[in-house]
Protein backbone atom coordinates (compact mmCIF):
# COMPACT_ATOMS: atom_id res chain seq x y z
CA UNK A 1 0.00 0.00 0.00
CA UNK A 2 1.33 3.21 -0.63
CA UNK A 3 0.95 6.50 1.67
CA UNK A 4 1.00 9.42 -0.21
CA UNK A 5 1.39 13.16 2.51
CA UNK A 6 -0.74 16.20 1.76
CA UNK A 7 2.34 17.85 1.42
CA UNK A 8 2.96 15.32 -1.41
CA UNK A 9 -0.64 15.82 -2.82
CA UNK A 10 -0.23 19.37 -2.69
CA UNK A 11 2.88 19.32 -4.75
CA UNK A 12 1.98 16.89 -7.16
CA UNK A 13 -1.66 19.31 -7.46
CA UNK A 14 0.71 22.79 -7.99
CA UNK A 15 2.76 20.70 -10.69
CA UNK A 16 0.11 19.53 -12.66
CA UNK A 17 -1.30 22.90 -12.36
CA UNK A 18 1.47 24.52 -14.10
CA UNK A 19 1.93 21.48 -16.80
CA UNK A 20 -1.46 22.56 -17.88
CA UNK A 21 -1.39 26.17 -17.82
CA UNK A 22 1.90 25.94 -19.89
CA UNK A 23 0.16 23.91 -22.33
CA UNK A 24 -2.95 26.30 -22.38
CA UNK A 25 -0.74 28.61 -23.07
CA UNK A 26 1.21 27.12 -25.89
CA UNK A 27 -2.58 25.82 -27.16
CA UNK A 28 -3.68 29.65 -27.16
CA UNK A 29 -0.18 31.00 -28.99
CA UNK A 30 -0.61 28.34 -31.56
CA UNK A 31 -4.04 28.75 -32.20
CA UNK A 32 -3.80 32.15 -33.27
CA UNK A 33 -0.82 31.76 -35.03
CA UNK A 34 -2.44 29.24 -37.05
CA UNK A 35 -5.40 31.87 -37.12
CA UNK A 36 -2.61 34.62 -38.04
CA UNK A 37 -1.27 31.89 -41.28
CA UNK A 38 -4.78 31.48 -42.43
CA UNK A 39 -5.39 35.33 -42.71
CA UNK A 40 -1.79 35.81 -44.35
CA UNK A 41 -2.72 33.13 -46.90
CA UNK A 42 -6.13 34.60 -47.79
CA UNK A 43 -5.10 37.97 -48.09
CA UNK A 44 -2.36 36.96 -50.49
CA UNK A 45 -4.78 34.98 -52.33
CA UNK A 46 -7.06 38.18 -52.57
CA UNK A 47 -4.05 40.22 -53.65
CA UNK A 48 -3.29 37.21 -56.30
CA UNK A 49 -6.35 37.34 -57.42
CA UNK A 50 -6.29 41.29 -57.73
CA UNK A 51 -3.36 41.42 -59.56
CA UNK A 52 -4.89 38.62 -62.33
CA UNK A 53 -7.67 40.98 -63.00
CA UNK A 54 -6.04 44.32 -63.12
CA UNK A 55 -3.22 42.45 -65.86
CA UNK A 56 -6.28 40.92 -67.55
CA UNK A 57 -8.18 44.59 -67.85
CA UNK A 58 -4.67 46.10 -69.06
CA UNK A 59 -4.71 44.11 -71.47
CA UNK A 60 -8.62 45.17 -72.85
CA UNK A 61 -7.85 48.66 -72.21
CA UNK A 62 -7.27 51.21 -75.01
CA UNK A 63 -3.54 52.51 -74.86
CA UNK A 64 -4.15 56.10 -75.95
CA UNK A 65 -0.72 56.06 -77.39
CA UNK A 66 1.23 55.04 -74.30
CA UNK A 67 1.66 51.28 -75.76
CA UNK A 68 5.23 51.47 -74.40
CA UNK A 69 5.09 53.30 -71.31
CA UNK A 70 2.00 50.89 -70.20
CA UNK A 71 4.62 47.95 -71.10
CA UNK A 72 7.42 50.23 -69.45
CA UNK A 73 5.48 50.28 -66.32
CA UNK A 74 3.94 46.65 -66.25
CA UNK A 75 7.50 45.23 -66.35
CA UNK A 76 8.46 47.19 -63.60
CA UNK A 77 5.68 45.62 -61.94
CA UNK A 78 6.79 41.99 -63.00
CA UNK A 79 10.51 42.27 -61.40
CA UNK A 80 8.69 43.24 -58.35
CA UNK A 81 6.50 40.38 -58.64
CA UNK A 82 9.44 37.86 -59.57
CA UNK A 83 11.76 39.31 -56.66
CA UNK A 84 9.54 38.82 -54.08
CA UNK A 85 11.04 35.12 -53.21
CA UNK A 86 9.31 34.73 -49.71
CA UNK A 87 5.56 35.50 -51.26
CA UNK A 88 6.50 33.08 -54.88
CA UNK A 89 7.72 30.19 -52.25
CA UNK A 90 3.61 30.47 -51.85
CA UNK A 91 1.99 31.02 -54.41
CA UNK A 92 4.34 30.24 -57.30
CA UNK A 93 4.90 31.99 -60.80
CA UNK A 94 1.63 31.35 -62.29
CA UNK A 95 1.08 34.93 -62.91
CA UNK A 96 4.26 35.39 -64.89
CA UNK A 97 3.05 34.88 -68.46
CA UNK A 98 -0.10 37.51 -67.85
CA UNK A 99 2.30 40.54 -66.86
CA UNK A 100 4.25 39.71 -70.43
CA UNK A 101 0.69 39.11 -72.43
CA UNK A 102 0.57 42.87 -71.57
CA UNK A 103 4.42 43.51 -71.61
CA UNK A 104 5.02 41.83 -75.01
CA UNK A 105 1.61 43.10 -76.31
CA UNK A 106 2.03 46.83 -76.32
CA UNK A 107 5.51 46.65 -76.63
CA UNK A 108 6.97 43.49 -78.92
CA UNK A 109 10.39 44.97 -79.45
CA UNK A 110 10.56 44.97 -75.57
CA UNK A 111 14.39 43.19 -76.32
CA UNK A 112 15.09 42.62 -72.75
CA UNK A 113 11.54 41.77 -71.60
CA UNK A 114 12.43 38.40 -73.23
CA UNK A 115 14.65 36.98 -70.86
CA UNK A 116 12.60 37.78 -68.29
CA UNK A 117 9.79 35.76 -70.13
CA UNK A 118 11.76 32.55 -70.71
CA UNK A 119 13.15 32.18 -67.16
CA UNK A 120 9.90 32.96 -64.93
CA UNK A 121 7.47 31.28 -67.57
CA UNK A 122 8.84 28.65 -68.64
CA UNK A 123 11.26 27.91 -65.95
CA UNK A 124 9.68 28.96 -62.51
CA UNK A 125 5.76 28.86 -63.62
CA UNK A 126 6.66 26.10 -65.69
CA UNK A 127 4.74 26.88 -68.63
CA UNK A 128 7.19 27.08 -71.84
CA UNK A 129 3.96 26.52 -74.04
CA UNK A 130 3.01 30.12 -73.29
CA UNK A 131 6.23 31.39 -73.57
CA UNK A 132 6.96 29.86 -76.82
CA UNK A 133 3.60 31.26 -78.38
CA UNK A 134 4.26 34.62 -76.75
CA UNK A 135 7.75 34.57 -78.51
CA UNK A 136 6.08 33.65 -81.84
CA UNK A 137 3.39 35.94 -82.04
CA UNK A 138 6.11 38.82 -80.79
CA UNK A 139 8.36 37.42 -83.53
CA UNK A 140 5.66 38.61 -85.83
CA UNK A 141 6.95 42.28 -85.10
CA UNK A 142 10.62 41.90 -84.78
CA UNK A 143 13.51 41.80 -88.16
CA UNK A 144 17.19 41.34 -88.00
CA UNK A 145 17.78 45.01 -87.13
CA UNK A 146 14.40 46.02 -85.58
CA UNK A 147 15.28 46.16 -82.57
CA UNK A 148 18.75 45.91 -82.62
CA UNK A 149 20.14 42.35 -81.89
CA UNK A 150 16.74 40.94 -82.17
CA UNK A 151 18.43 37.24 -82.95
CA UNK A 152 18.45 37.17 -79.22
CA UNK A 153 14.47 36.37 -79.25
CA UNK A 154 15.54 33.43 -81.57
CA UNK A 155 17.68 32.09 -78.69
CA UNK A 156 15.48 32.09 -76.24
CA UNK A 157 13.29 30.66 -77.85
CA UNK A 158 15.55 28.02 -78.71
CA UNK A 159 16.32 27.51 -75.73
CA UNK A 160 12.87 27.27 -74.44
CA UNK A 161 11.85 24.74 -77.11
CA UNK A 162 15.12 22.40 -76.33
CA UNK A 163 15.46 22.54 -72.49
CA UNK A 164 11.61 22.90 -71.53
CA UNK A 165 9.30 21.26 -74.33
CA UNK A 166 12.22 18.67 -75.57
CA UNK A 167 11.34 19.83 -79.45
CA UNK A 168 14.81 19.50 -80.80
CA UNK A 169 13.78 20.26 -84.57
CA UNK A 170 11.97 23.70 -82.98
CA UNK A 171 14.90 24.45 -81.56
CA UNK A 172 17.23 23.74 -84.23
CA UNK A 173 15.52 25.64 -86.84
CA UNK A 174 15.57 28.51 -84.01
CA UNK A 175 18.82 28.56 -83.12
CA UNK A 176 19.74 28.37 -87.00
CA UNK A 177 17.68 31.42 -87.14
CA UNK A 178 19.08 33.91 -84.54
CA UNK A 179 22.75 32.46 -86.44
CA UNK A 180 21.58 33.98 -89.65
CA UNK A 181 20.18 36.95 -88.10
CA UNK A 182 23.32 38.05 -85.99
CA UNK A 183 25.11 37.62 -89.15
CA UNK A 184 23.84 40.74 -90.30
CA UNK A 185 26.46 42.28 -87.36
CA UNK A 186 30.14 42.34 -87.46
CA UNK A 187 30.64 42.98 -83.65
CA UNK A 188 32.25 40.22 -81.59
CA UNK A 189 29.40 40.29 -79.67
CA UNK A 190 27.22 39.28 -82.26
CA UNK A 191 30.01 36.91 -84.02
CA UNK A 192 29.92 34.92 -80.85
CA UNK A 193 26.08 34.26 -80.99
CA UNK A 194 26.56 33.27 -84.92
CA UNK A 195 28.99 30.26 -84.00
CA UNK A 196 27.58 29.46 -80.25
CA UNK A 197 23.73 28.89 -82.08
CA UNK A 198 25.47 27.81 -85.07
CA UNK A 199 26.97 25.01 -83.09
CA UNK A 200 24.19 24.09 -80.73
CA UNK A 201 22.09 23.73 -84.05
CA UNK A 202 25.05 21.42 -85.76
CA UNK A 203 25.04 19.39 -82.79
CA UNK A 204 20.94 18.63 -82.56
CA UNK A 205 21.17 18.19 -86.57
CA UNK A 206 23.18 15.08 -85.95
CA UNK A 207 21.51 13.93 -82.32
CA UNK A 208 18.29 15.14 -81.76
CA UNK A 209 18.74 14.51 -78.08
CA UNK A 210 22.12 15.84 -77.74
CA UNK A 211 23.74 16.41 -74.57
CA UNK A 212 26.33 18.99 -76.05
CA UNK A 213 23.42 21.36 -77.13
CA UNK A 214 21.44 21.08 -73.85
CA UNK A 215 24.72 21.91 -72.28
CA UNK A 216 25.25 24.89 -74.57
CA UNK A 217 21.91 25.88 -74.04
CA UNK A 218 22.05 25.84 -70.22
CA UNK A 219 25.46 28.17 -70.75
CA UNK A 220 23.37 30.66 -72.60
CA UNK A 221 20.79 30.71 -69.95
CA UNK A 222 23.90 31.07 -67.52
CA UNK A 223 25.17 33.61 -69.95
CA UNK A 224 22.27 36.45 -69.51
CA UNK A 225 23.75 37.30 -66.37
CA UNK A 226 20.44 35.89 -64.40
CA UNK A 227 19.93 35.64 -60.69
CA UNK A 228 21.09 33.99 -58.06
CA UNK A 229 18.73 31.20 -57.90
CA UNK A 230 18.58 30.61 -62.08
CA UNK A 231 22.21 30.70 -61.87
CA UNK A 232 22.33 28.06 -59.55
CA UNK A 233 19.73 25.37 -61.53
CA UNK A 234 22.24 26.39 -64.56
CA UNK A 235 24.93 24.99 -62.96
CA UNK A 236 23.28 21.72 -61.56
CA UNK A 237 21.45 21.21 -64.84
CA UNK A 238 25.24 21.49 -67.30
CA UNK A 239 26.70 19.15 -64.23
CA UNK A 240 23.94 16.43 -64.27
CA UNK A 241 24.58 16.14 -68.03
CA UNK A 242 28.40 15.51 -67.52
CA UNK A 243 29.56 18.94 -68.07
CA UNK A 244 30.95 21.60 -65.77
CA UNK A 245 31.21 24.69 -64.98
CA UNK A 246 34.55 26.37 -64.64
CA UNK A 247 35.14 29.78 -62.88
CA UNK A 248 37.95 31.96 -64.74
CA UNK A 249 38.43 36.09 -64.17
CA UNK A 250 37.20 36.06 -68.23
CA UNK A 251 33.81 34.57 -67.46
CA UNK A 252 32.51 30.70 -67.46
CA UNK A 253 33.84 28.41 -68.98
CA UNK A 254 32.14 25.36 -70.00
CA UNK A 255 33.67 21.78 -70.15
CA UNK A 256 31.92 19.40 -72.49
CA UNK A 257 31.84 15.90 -71.91
CA UNK A 258 33.44 13.58 -74.26
CA UNK A 259 30.48 11.80 -75.37
CA UNK A 260 27.28 13.30 -76.54
Sequence with gaps: MFCFSRQSVNTFFVLFLCIFGIGLIQFTRLQ?????????????????????????????MPTFGYKNLIADWVYLDFLQYFGDDEIREKTGYSLSPEYFEVILGNDPRFLTAYIGLSTSTSMYAAMPKRSVALMDKSLKSLSPWVPERSYYVWRYKGIDELLFLGNSQAARQSFETAANWANNYSDEQSKQVITISQKTADFLSHNPDSKHAQIASWALVLSNHVDEKTRKIAIEKIEDLGGKVISTPQGNQIKFPKKD
Design 32 to 60: KLTSSNKLASLKIEREMNSEKMRLRLLKK
